[in-house]
């Protein structure tokens, strides 16, 4: 059984960066889609970056293209998102999740593609 835990939110102020990662375990087919998704207050979760496990394919929402980089190590089976420049609307709960079918452009940001959801990390940025 598939199981992600993210570390790595917190409070920072804007311009600043933080680091998520997502750990992983129960792995068992050669390829998956890990995702990240957040979710503010009063809106709906959204998509902010995926990458298949394979490294084949990486994709991000626009609002964060050039700012947030998400990569993985395999070695220690964790996913990170590494987040600069951070602004106050990137303030949220954010989301791993995992799906053993590989990601592709029409499929990566919905939340109904991912099998397995962590718990969530909050990330506050002050303004």
């Known amino acids: 059984q598939v199981q992600v835990v993210e570390s790595g939110g917190g409070l920072v102020q804007a311009g600043g960066s933080l680091r998520l990662s997502c750990t992983a375990s129960g792995l068992t087919f050669d390829d998956y889609a890990m995702g990240w998704f957040r979710q503010a207050p009063g809106k709906e979760r959204e998509g902010v970056s995926c990458?298949?496990?394979?490294?084949?394919?990486?994709y991000y929402t626009e609002s964060v293209k050039g700012r947030f980089t998400i990569s993985q190590d395999n070695a220690k089976n964790t996913v990170n998102l590494q987040m600069a420049s951070l602004k106050p609307e990137d303030t949220a709960m954010y989301y791993c999740?995992?799906?053993?079918?590989?990601?592709?452009?029409?499929?990566?940001?919905?939340?109904?593609?991912?099998?397995?959801w962590g718990q969530g990390t909050q990330v506050t940025v002050s303004s």
């Open positions: 999740a995992a799906d053993s079918d590989p990601p592709n452009g029409g499929t990566w940001w919905s939340t109904s593609f991912y099998d397995v």
């Open positions: 990458e298949s496990w394979s490294g084949g394919s990486t």
